[in-house]
C-alpha cells in the first residue's frame, strides 16, 4: 500500500510538469532549520528532533550539545534530491532521538551549522515533558497517584541485608530489589555485586511481585542469595549493578517544516502504526556498611574448623561385621544454613588398628558429604572411634559440639588357607610352601634383547604400493570437490545476504545487455526503465534491500567514505537523474544522450565490483 501511494504521487508530479520542462538547473537557497515532533511529551516516551538543511550538497556532521535533563542518540542522515521543472532540488534531514530523563520544561539550544563559509543558525526548541498518564503496552493497573517525576524514579535498584553487624563466615541474607513503574522493561540480567571480604553464592531465579513505596505501585523483582564476611572490620557491600532494557515509546510526529514528513518518508507510516525504540540502562544501588566481627576465644573446641551458622551432623558406619582385610565405609554428612564451603570434616588417620584410603568429598542440594574406606588390620578391633563436629552459632553466640560413636564393630580372622602367600619363600617360620617343581629358566621371564639382529623386508606392504598412494589422494581430492561443493551450495541456501551479492553481477549483465537492445531499437522509455531496474537491483543486491527500497540517498549513506566524492558516484547522481526526467516527466532525449548514459552505467557498476566488496 505504501508503495502504491509512493508511485502514484511520483507520477502525478511527472505528468504535472510535462508542460513546464525545461532543461536541468541548480538553483538552490539554502536553509536550516530544527524541528521536533512533538513540543510536548510524556516520560517515558521519546520524541525526534529533525535538522533539515535544503540546498547545500556538501553538509558538515551535526553535533548536538549536552542537554540537561535529557539524553540524545543518533539515528542518522535522510537524503533526497528531486527535480521538479526541470531544477534540482538537494534537501539532508539529520535525525536525533532525545529522551527525557525526567519531567519539566528543557530547551534544545540553537544549533550552528557552517556552510560554505556561512553560518546558519537555528531557533531553540522549547519542550515539556509531563509525568505518564498510561503504561506502555505490556503495563496494567491505573496511573498512580503520585507518578514519578524522573526516568530514575520509574526504575531503580535497591541493596538490602538483615544484618548490620555480624560474624566472620557468617551467612547473611542479602536481597536486590528492581522497582518497575509504568515502564515496558525486558532483558533484565542477573545483578553484579561488588563484594570485597565477602565471598557470594549464585543467584537463583528471581522472585516477582508488587510493593508500594509511597503512593506509588511498583512491579518488583527480587534476588535473593546469601554472603559470608571473609575477614573482620567494617567493610562495605555492594553497589549492586544490574543492566536492562527500557522500551522508549516515540511520540506522534507533527507537522515539521523542512522534514521529511510526505509520502516520501517511511516514518510517517511508521509513526502511524506506533514505534518504540530500545534503550539500556545501568541500575546502581547505594552500598551497605557492616561491622564484622571476630568469632570469640572463649569457650573455642579444639576439633573447631570454621563452620559457622546451624547445622546437622550424621555419620554411619557399614558394614558392621567384617573379616580382616576387609573394608569399612564410614559416610558423614554436614547440612545446615552456614557456608558450607569453609566446614571441614572430622578425618580418621591410619593407626595399628585401621588402615585408612583417602576421603571423596561432593555438595550438592545443600549438603556435604564424605565418603572414607577404613580396613582393620586385625580381629582384635572391636569397635571405630566416636567422632565429633564442632560449630559457631551466631544467634546464641555459643560454640556446639556434635558427637557421634562409638560404632561397635565384629572383626573376623581369616579361615585357614585366607592368609596372604608369599611364593618362591622356603623357610618354614614364614608359614608358606615351598614352590612345587624346579623353575624353567626364559619361560617366565622375557630378557631384553641388547641388539635387535639381522632386520629384512617381510612381503610387500600395502600402502608403500604407488597405486594405492595415487587411489587414496583421488579419494580425498573428490572427498575435498564433494565438501567445497555441499558448503557452497549450503551457504546459497543460508546466507541469503552473500547469495545476493554473489548474483549482483550477473544480474547486472542481464540488465545491460536487456537496455542494449532497447537502445539499437531507439526504445526510450523501456531503455531508461531497465537502466534504472539494473541499478535498483545491483545495489539492492549488494546493499541487501529490496529494489523498492533503493534511493540515491540511501546508497551515498552506506558508501565508504572515501568513495563518497568520486567520479562514479557524480555518475550514478547524473543517471539518476536523468531517468527520472525521462521515466516520469516524458523527457525527449537524443540517441547520442542515451549512449552516453549506457557507457556511464557500465562504469557505475564495473567501479563498483572492483572497488566496494
Known amino acids: 500500500m505504501k508503495l502504491l501511494v509512493k508511485g502514484i504521487f511520483i507520477v502525478i508530479c511527472g505528468v504535472l510538469s510535462v508542460g513546464s520542462f525545461s532543461n536541468p538547473v541548480d ?39 549536552k542537554i540537561e535533563g535529557v539524553e540524545t542518540r543518533y539515528l ?43 553560518d546558519y543558525t537555528t531557533t531553540p526548541i522549547d519542550i515539556t515533558v509531563m509525568a505518564a498518564t498510561a503504561g506502555p503496552p505490556g503495563q496494567t493497573g491505573a496511573k498512580d497517584k503520585d507518578a514519578a517525576s524522573s526516568l530514575q524514579d520509574k526504575i531503580f535498584i535497591v541493596l538490602g541485608t538483615s544484618k548490620k553487624e555480624t560474624y566472620v563466615s557468617e551467612p547473611i541474607p542479602v536481597v536486590i530489589k528492581l522497582f518497575i513503574n509504568d515502564l515496558a522493561v525486558k532483558n533484565v540480567q542477573y545483578p553484579s555485586l561488588e563484594h570485597d571480604g565477602f565471598a557470594v553464592e549464585d543467584f537463583p531465579e528471581p522472585r516477582r511481585g508488587r510493593q508500594t513505596l509511597g503512593d506509588v505501585n511498583y512491579q518488583v523483582m527480587e534476588f535473593r542469595t546469601f554472603i559470608y564476611p571473609t ?13 536492562a532494557n527500557i522500551m522508549i515509546k516515540n511520540s506522534r510526529r507533527e507537522d515539521m517544516p523542512g522534514e521529511f514528513n510526505d509520502i516520501f518518508t517511511d516514518d510517517l507510516f511508521d509513526n502511524f502504526l506506533g514505534r518504540y525504540e530500545t534503550k539500556t540502562i545501568m541500575l546502581e544501588s547505594a552500598n551497605i556498611g557492616l561491622k564484622v566481627l571476630p568469632l570469640p576465644p572463649e569457650g573455642r573446641p579444639q576439633d573447631f574448623s570454621g563452620g559457622v551458622g546451624k547445622y546437622n551432623f550424621d555419620i554411619t558406619v557399614s558394614p558392621a561385621e567384617v573379616k580382616v ?17 569453609a566446614v571441614n570434616f572430622p578425618l580418621f588417620k591410619t593407626s595399628p588398628d585401621f588402615k585408612v584410603y583417602d576421603p571423596k568429598i561432593t555438595s550438592q542440594n545443600g549438603e556435604k558429604v564424605l565418603e572414607q574406606v577404613i580396613i582393620p ?14 560449630f559457631f552459632d551466631p544467634a546464641d553466640k555459643q560454640y556446639h559440639t556434635i558427637t557421634k560413636g562409638p560404632f561397635p564393630l565384629l572383626v573376623s580372622p581369616l579361615a585357614k588357607g585366607e592368609e596372604s602367600k608369599v611364593v618362591g619363600l622356603t623357610a618354614p617360620a614364614m608359614g608358606a610352601k615351598p614352590v612345587a617343581g624346579p623353575e624353567e629358566l626364559g619361560r617366565d621371564i ?30 580425498v581430492m573428490v572427498w575435498l570437490g564433494l565438501f567445497v561443493n555441499f558448503e557452497y551450495r549450503k551457504r546459497i541456501m543460508t546466507d541469503v545476504r552473500w ?39 545491483y545495489f539492492g543486491n549488494n546493499f541487501h534491500l529490496s529494489s523498492a527500497d533503493v534511493t540515491l540517498g540511501g546508497i551515498e549513506t552506506r558508501l565508504k567514505p572515501q568513495h563518497k566524492n568520486n567520479a562514479a558516484l557524480a555518475s550514478l547522481r547524473e543517471i539518476f537523474a536523468e531517468c527520472e526526467l525521462v521515466r516520469f516527466a ?28
Open 231 to 243: 575477614r573482620t572490620g567494617d567493610l562495605n557491600l555492594g553497589p549492586a549493578h544490574l543492566g
Open 76 to 118: 542518522g542522515p535522510n537524503i533526497r534530491v528531486s527535480t521538479i521543472n526541470g531544477a534540482k532540488f538537494h534537501s539532508m534531514g539529520v535525525r536525533f532521538s532525545v529522551i527525557p530523563l525526567k519531567t519539566g520544561q528543557f530547551q534544545i539550544p540553537a544549533l550552528t551549522i557552517s556552510l560554505d563559509g556561512k
Open 586 to 613: 516524458c523527457a525527449q532525449v537524443s540517441e547520442e544522450k542515451m549512449k552516453n548514459i549506457f557507457q556511464k552505467t557500465q562504469e557505475v557498476i564495473d567501479f563498483f565490483e572492483r572497488n566496494y566488496k
Open 27 to 65: 538553483a538552490e537557497d539554502v536553509s536550516v532549520k530544527a524541528a521536533v515532533s512533538s513540543k510536548t511529551v510524556e516520560l517515558g516516551s521519546a520524541l525526534t528532533l529533525t535538522v533539515t538543511i535544503d540546498g547545500a550538497q556538501e553538509v558538515p556532521p551535526v553535533q548536538l550539545p
Open 446 to 475: 622375557r630378557f631384553i634383547k641388547e641388539s635387535i639382529g639381522r632386520v629384512q623386508r617381510q612381503g610387500n606392504i600395502l600402502y608403500r604400493q604407488p597405486g594405492f598412494i595415487l587411489s587414496v589422494i583421488l579419494l
Open 325 to 341: 582385610g576387609d573394608p569399612l565405609t564410614v559416610r558423614m554428612k554436614i547440612a545446615g544454613d552456614g557456608n558450607l564451603q
Open 377 to 390: 588390620n586385625h580381629d582384635q578391633v572391636k569397635e571405630l572411634p566416636a567422632v565429633s563436629f564442632s
Open 499 to 537: 547469495a545476493r551479492r554473489l548474483q549482483a553481477p550477473r544480474q547486472a549483465q542481464e540488465g545491460l545487455a536487456q537496455a542494449g537492445n532497447f537502445l539499437r531499437q531507439n526504445d526510450v522509455r523501456n531503455f531508461y526503465d531497465r537502466i534504472y531496474k539494473t541499478l535498483q537491483d
